[in-house]
T-cell receptor
Framework: DAGVIQSPRHEVTEMGQEVTLRCKPISGHDYLFWYRQTMMRGLELLIYFNNNVPIDDSGMPEDRFSAKMPNASFSTLKIQPSEPRDSAVYFC?????????????FGPGTRLTVT | AQKVTQAQTEISVVEKEDVTLDCVYETRDTTYYLFWYKQPPSGELVFLIRRNSFDEQNEISGRYSWNFQKSTSSFNFTITASQVVDSAVYFCALRNTGRRALTFGSGTRLQVQP
């Protein structure tokens, strides 16, 4: 089975540009998570969805960040406008609420560099 | 609030040595889940193990073993006879029953020298 798929794997953009990161969760999983990894803050949750509905967006840094999940197989994380401090690795993860196990399986990540 | 502390920032061992990675957690929940993930140099996060708070039985999987002790709020990870391929950053994480997201520790970088 395919794991979590993220695109692009690398993104380099200039400050002020719009950036869209994409994620396809594991088929059948009903939870989707977006995390960000930086040297300063480590791995931190941005937002997560359950059955395509946002449940907790308390980690979204500010209004420049937005996330959507239009269907069970696709989610986007958008940054507009981007800033150099947004440079990080963004991970998407998915899990299945089955018997309370909830292991999260991560995608390969998108390394974002904002110059 | 919940918190995961991995006090060891970096550990360096020589191949075939045993090594233990420490994880201490804080939570007010009585039911929670603990995880270990491996992040090799390629960057992906690989799930290794989940442990439920109501199951304190230790677990062994090949060269890997985990020691869960509720009394000390610790969930330590031991690699026996370490190999160069074990070189990675290892993260301990915590999840409670209410919030599905993981709270990660800061990670321990393990370097296994040949």
């Amino acid at each position: 089975d395919a794991g979590v798929i993220q695109s692009p794997r690398h993104e380099v953009t200039e400050m002020g540009q719009e950036v869209t990161l994409r994620c396809k969760p594991i088929s059948g999983h009903d939870y989707l998570f977006w995390y960000r990894q930086t040297m300063m803050r480590g791995l931190e949750l941005l937002i997560y969805f359950n059955n395509n509905v946002p449940i907790d967006d308390s980690g979204m840094p500010e209004d420049r960040f937005s996330a959507k999940m239009p269907n069970a197989s696709f989610s986007t994380l958008k940054i507009q406008p981007s800033e150099p401090r947004d440079s990080a690795v963004y991970f998407c993860a998915s899990s299945l609420a089955d018997r309370g196990t909830y292991e999260q399986y991560f995608g390969p990540g998108t390394r974002l560099t904002v110059t | 609030a919940q918190k995961v502390t991995q006090a060891q920032t970096e550990i360096s061992v020589v191949e075939k040595e045993d090594v233990t990675l420490d994880c201490v957690y804080e939570t007010r929940d009585t039911t929670y889940y603990l995880f270990w993930y491996k992040q090799p140099p390629s960057g992906e996060l690989v799930f290794l193990i989940r442990r439920n708070s109501f199951d304190e039985q230790n677990e062994i999987s090949g060269r890997y073993s985990w020691n869960f002790q509720k009394s000390t709020s610790s969930f330590n990870f031991t690699i026996t006879a370490s190999q160069v391929v074990d070189s990675a950053v290892y993260f301990c994480a915590l999840r409670n029953t209410g919030r599905r997201a993981l709270t990660f520790g800061s990670g321990t970088r393990l370097q296994v020298q040949p």
